[in-house]
């Protein structure tokens, strides 16, 4: 060992970064790994219903599970078409065109279930 | 009442079946009269590291199919009273493990001895499934590395949902972990994860440290389980195990690097 690498700053030591890394990723596996199994059933049927009385794209619907400290939120956000436009494409039948975004409604609703470790 | 002990483990290689095999030695030494079961349907090998294979005739998956008796298939230990060994079948597929079988084995069982230690195989499907699905304890045999930690958490996961325990609502499956292929000198250069950091990110209680031997590979060469190479560091770290299991209160070995003498050092400088 020569003298210099004495003075020189030690690498940083790669069981802290397996440490680190594990962290990262564990902690993104148990949230997701917590609940939203439901979830693509719960965008289906709230879809089938908003279709029963609106016609709707499926492609713009976003479903989402934000987990926080005391409190999650579900957020569902459907984008409905342009009133004139939806009855021009119910009437005539015609290839979906993309809807307006004033038109667009975001439900909100808050679950209180706190983010668990594992499930 | 018997318990059912799983050693699982989610990755492969990592030492269950070695782990099973020690264990189970060291709870019949113990004179709790035990039996291990292979769960590792098609990939035997508790019998090797037993060293009972030339006596396997017939298997559990034989048993569940009702081709023949439970005591046709249970292998008493030529070394240690007290301990059966029921093996695998070398030749079906995990689909042969159905849930009624495997109760209806471990119910008979459970009449007549104190532990049923469970050898899971690796992965999360069928036969690792059905090895903890009864479980009433579970060990978690871990390497401090990086894809075995997480592997252990995901079989974590498993236990707290997919187990009898959790689908019934009862209490939970007690989980300890278990570390082995532990380097204390190389957790001290800062290339290995420590017990500590590997205690901090699965969150279960640590039932013992396994230390890397080579006296592990040599007993598993010759059949017998490493508990009763009484000499090594790893069996006496997987006795000091079995004694905190049962309830002991044991101090943890074979964690700091052991301090060499000046002697020691000098040969391992020529070497």
Known sequence: MSIFNFFRAAPRA??????????????HERAGRSG????????????????KYVNIDENKVEVKLDRGGDCSTLEVNIELPAREQAKAAAAAKAAE???????????????????KKRI | MSKIIVMTSGKGGVGKTTSSAAFATGLAL????????????????????????????FD???????????????????????????PTSQTRDKDALTREGVEKVLNELSKEFDYILCDSPAGIERGALMSLYFADHAIIVTNP???????????????????????QGLEPVTQQLLLTRYDPERVEKGEMLK???????????????????????????????V???????AGLAYSDAVGRFLGEDIEHRFVTPQKKGLFSRLLRRSA
């Open chain 2, 60 to 86: 559990f998956i034989n048993v569940i199919n009702g081709e023949a008796k439970l005591n046709q298939a249970l292998i008493k230990d030529k070394r240690i009273e007290n301990l059966y060994i029921l």
């Open chain 2, 227 to 233: 508990i009763l190479d009484e000499v090594s560091n």
């Open chain 1, 36 to 51: 939203p199994d439901y979830l693509p059933m719960l965008q289906q049927e709230l879809l089938a219903v908003i279709a």
């Open chain 2, 195 to 225: 017990v500590d950091d590997v205690l901090e990110i699965l969150a279960i209680p640590l039932l013992g440290v396994i230390p890397e031997s080579q006296a592990v590979l040599r007993a598993s060469n010759v059949g017998m389980p």
């Open chain 2, 145 to 167: 590395e990086v894809s075995s930690v997480r592997d252990s958490d995901r079989i974590l996961g498993v236990l707290n949902s997919r187990s009898r325990r959790a689908e």
């Open chain 1, 14 to 27: 790669s069981a802290v970064q397996a440490k680190e890394r594990l962290q990262i990723v564990m902690a």
């Open chain 1, 97 to 115: 065109k993309p809807a307006g975004n004033d038109d667009a409604a975001a439900k909100r609703a808050a679950g209180n279930s706190g983010a």
């Open chain 2, 30 to 57: 113990r004179g709790f009269k035990t039996v291990v079961i292979d769960f590792d349907v098609g990939l035997r090998n508790l019998d090797l590291v037993m060293g009972c294979e030339r006596r396997v005739v």
